[in-house]
Structures are given as C-alpha cells and as structure tokens.
C-alpha cells in the first residue's frame, strides 16, 4: 500500500453504534479493501481478502459475514 493513501471506513450511520469507523479491528481491512478497488478489483473479488483480512485482525464470524456482504453488494458512494 502506498504510503499516503486515504481510506475511507464508510459505515452507515443507523450502524454506527453496531460497526464503528474508528473500531482498529477494522482499519487495516478497509485500507486493503479500498486499496484494491483503487487498484481496479470489482467490490465481489475485494470482499474476500477483505473478510479474511478482518478475521486476521480478531473481528467476529457474524460481525464478518456483515460487513463482507456489505462490501460486497452495496455501494456506500
């Protein structure tokens, strides 16, 4: 990742209180994420390095399967 590069942990509001921005189990996963969709991966083939990039950082099954589908499927931009 280059040095610089800006993320963003988008979160919809209403979830916020169940999925924060600023949780550090999430950063680095939504870094790689956003990295790869800059980099020209489609959001289905980046959701699975991103899902797999959160458990590595200690994020639970069911919090994963959320956040994976939510990558995955819906556009926050």
């Known amino acids: 990742m280059p040095a ?9 509001i209403p979830l916020r209180w169940l999925f924060s921005p600023h ?4 950063l680095k996963a939504a ?3 956003d990295h790869m969709l800059n980099e020209g991966w489609n959001r289905i083939e ?9 458990a590595a950082d200690g994020t639970s ?9 939510a990558v995955a ?3 926050f931009n």
């Open 4 to 12: 610089g590069f800006r993320v963003d942990v988008s979160v919809p």
């Open 23 to 26: 949780d550090p189990r999430f």
């Open 61 to 69: 099954l069911w919090r994963r399967l959320v956040m994976f589908l």
């Open 46 to 54: 980046a959701a699975g390095p991103f899902e797999r990039a959160l």
């Open 73 to 75: 499927l819906y556009r």
């Open 31 to 33: 870094a790689l994420h």
